[in-house]
């Protein structure tokens, strides 16, 4: 297919707005298909994560839209522009990109590193520097002692920071991230989990972020989309497919991260909180009564029907929850798992 080279830059949508739009898209290699029929839409200032076991496409799905995988058929849309009609290096100089492998520049200083990007694109010098320094700072390091290290001295987890940095450093309005922790321990990868959610809450762009692990992509994803074998089983919330997983496939792969009971929820909820007693939000009531031992399969069900679950031990009240803290229990169990070992 000819390319054009008329567009040159990448729109802009406002929140909730669609941004991204895959119609109809197929992909092969070497005659395999891979993903047979493609239908997404991802919305302006969202966190989107795919999220599958190896091999079920979601790593070319995120390829293909910047093009560093062009899709054998079909269309995909940034707003209303076909993003094959999109100059390619504009487009590519407009979408962040975070990579598993870190893959910075190994000749080039952390600072260097940084303004790849914003030099190719001719920001002035001055506006560059006040842009590292502002980033370094964002994300924990101190430009004084980090602008001019070599990325050889760093660990993997202040490498990543700063590859996180070059991704955002000239502004894009869509940043990519190809399962960019999973390589890294766990606190850290903890600890940048956490900087990305900050990030993304400081600067509103939209983030597709490709992971294999359900309980990362619970704690930050806005919507999930589970994929395998190339399709999309299911497309929605965190807590809307914990309580309504569409297939078997999405219940099992879901399942990996259910602790046993609700009693695990709920002392989980206390930890994050200190140990204080939990009290329901002024207002709210709790219509219905779970005992601890109950699945948070049966928990869920019960959510449908009401906001918050009273906790109970026999008669004795423990306490309350809801299905956003199940999600955000289910999101640090496996952190708290490996710390553990």
Request: proline share 4%.
């Amino acid at each position: 297919m000819a390319v054009s080279t008329e567009k040159h830059a990448t729109p802009t949508a406002k929140d909730g707005e669609p941004i991204i739009r895959f119609e109809h898209v197929q992909q092969s290699f070497d005659g395999n298909v891979v993903i047979p029929d493609l239908n997404l839409t991802i919305n302006a200032g969202e966190l989107f994560v795919l999220v599958g076991t190896s091999g079920s496409g979601k790593t070319t799905t995120l390829k293909m839209i910047n093009q560093l995988q062009p899709q054998s058929d079909g269309k995909i849309f940034i707003i209303d522009d076909n993003i094959q009609e999109i100059n390619l290096q504009r487009l590519r100089w407009n979408i962040g990109y975070v990579l598993q492998q870190i893959a910075l520049f190994p000749t080039m200083t952390v600072a260097q590193n940084i303004a790849v990007i914003p030099e190719m694109k001719g920001m002035k010098r001055e506006e560059i520097d006040a842009t590292i320094n502002r980033l370094l700072d964002q994300v924990g390091l101190d430009p004084k002692k980090y602008r001019d290290r070599m990325p050889s001295e760093l660990s993997g987890g202040e490498q990543q920071r700063i590859g996180i940095c070059r991704a955002i450093a000239s502004e894009p309005s869509i940043v990519l991230m190809d399962e960019p922790f999973s390589a890294l321990d766990p606190i850290s990868r903890t600890q940048l989990q956490d900087l990305v959610l900050e990030l993304h809450e400081k600067r509103h762009d939209t983030i597709i972020f490709v992971t294999h692990d359900m309980d990362e992509a619970l704690k930050l994803g806005d919507r999930i989309a589970v994929m395998s074998k190339g399709k999309i089983l299911q497309v929605d919330t965190p807590t809307a497919i914990a309580q309504h997983p569409a297939n078997k496939f999405v219940e099992a792969f879901f399942s990996q991260s259910v602790a046993k009971n609700v009693y695990d929820v709920y002392v989980g909820k206390m930890v994050m909180m200190g140990f204080s007693e939990v009290t329901l939000p002024e207002g709210q009531t709790a219509p219905i009564d779970i005992s601890s031992d109950r699945t948070l399969g049966e928990a869920f069900d019960d959510l449908t029907n009401c906001e918050y679950l009273r906790v109970v031990d026999g008669d004795k009240q423990i306490g309350f929850i809801n299905a956003q803290d199940i999600v955000n229990y289910l999101s640090q169990r496996k952190h708290d798992e490996d710390d553990n070992k």
